[in-house]
């Protein structure tokens, strides 16, 4: 196998391929910009309740 195969190969592999029952979801590439906007909320909404116990 050559290298530019395996290039292909790699690209056409979906980041996350989420199975369960009927249902099937297939996530090509990975929202950077969500992924980080989640965890800005998150991060500060782990902060505030920790705070206020």
């Known amino acids: 196998m050559s290298d ?3 290039l292909e190969l790699d690209r ?14 297939t996530i090509q590439r990975v929202p ?3 992924l980080a906007f989640l965890a ?3 991060g500060s909404a782990f902060t505030a309740w920790m705070t206020t116990r």
Do not use: H, K
């Open 4 to 6: 530019r195969s395996a």
């Open 32 to 34: 950077v910009r969500l």
């Open 40 to 42: 800005t909320c998150g």
């Open 12 to 25: 056409s592999m979906p980041a996350l391929d989420i199975r369960i029952g009927g249902f099937r979801m």
